[in-house]
């Protein structure tokens, strides 16, 4: 099936620090998402991109959708222990009979170091 | 304000038992995802309903696994003669429509941890 290349695994910070993630695919999505999971929870959506080369900011997060549509990328500035978790992205199109299915990464493990 | 509910929590069951997991979407919400997360992974797609409507089923195995959505009452997940191999976190999620665009972000409920003993 369809596959999300979703980097680094595994991240280990510094409280205060800059964080960078991707993500990109062989084919071409409509929309991109960006989804937070702690641990023994369902993932919680933090940004949707819509739009290529889209750019969209949440608070200390931004997100571009990238030209291609093949490619997203995450940054979490100045870093804060709560941003402890696990970071997904998703792509979304049409499967076919309407069902929008989303296709996930396998998820960026971000440790923050007080 | 309840968002997406899921329940039970955590499920054991031993071999060759039934599992059944349960979804209620967001209020306002008719349609219904379901997806599968194994340990270290990211989550895979099962199957997509709207009330009373299988729409995609391509994520499903084609034996032992059925779901369901009726009219009245919470969608349902439904595992016959459980392996080894079904314990995972199964997730559902709840949109207002299927499409892409805001209106259509889909809502994860806090998952069913099914272990199989």
């Known amino acids: 099936g369809q596959q999300l290349n979703q980097s680094p695994q595994s991240m280990f910070i510094q409280e205060g620090e800059d964080v960078s993630m991707n993500c990109t695919s062989s084919s071409i999505f409509n929309t991109w998402l960006w989804y937070k999971q702690d641990p023994g929870e369902g993932p919680v959506l933090l940004i949707a991109l819509y739009k290529a080369g889209e750019l969209t900011s949440n608070g200390r997060l931004t997100a571009q959708f990238g030209i291609t549509r093949k490619d997203s990328f995450l940054n979490i500035s100045a870093s804060i222990p709560s941003d402890v978790g696990i970071y997904f992205c998703?792509?979304?199109?049409?499967?076919?009979?309407?069902?929008?299915?989303?296709?996930f990464g396998k998820g960026t493990k971000l440790s923050v170091i007080p | 304000n309840a968002g997406v509910m899921q329940n039970p929590r955590h499920l054991v069951r031993r071999r060759g038992q039934e599992a059944r997991l349960r979804c209620s979407p967001m209020k306002g919400h008719s349609h219904v995802y379901w997806y599968r997360q194994l340990p270290e992974e990211g989550l895979k797609f099962m199957v997509y309903l709207q009330k009373e409507n299988i729409i995609d089923e391509s994520g499903m195995p084609k034996e032992r696994f059925s779901a369901e959505f009726p009219k009245e009452g919470p969608s349902i997940l439904r595992i016959q003669q459980v392996v080894r191999g079904d314990s995972a976190a199964y997730f559902c999620?709840?949109?207002?429509?299927?499409?892409?665009?805001?209106?259509?972000?889909?809502?994860f409920g806090p998952g069913t941890r099914l272990t199989v003993t």
């Open positions: 998703a792509g979304q199109r049409d499967s076919g009979a309407g069902s929008y299915q989303l296709t």
């Open positions: 999620a709840s949109s207002a429509g299927s499409g892409p665009g805001s209106s259509y972000e889909q809502y």
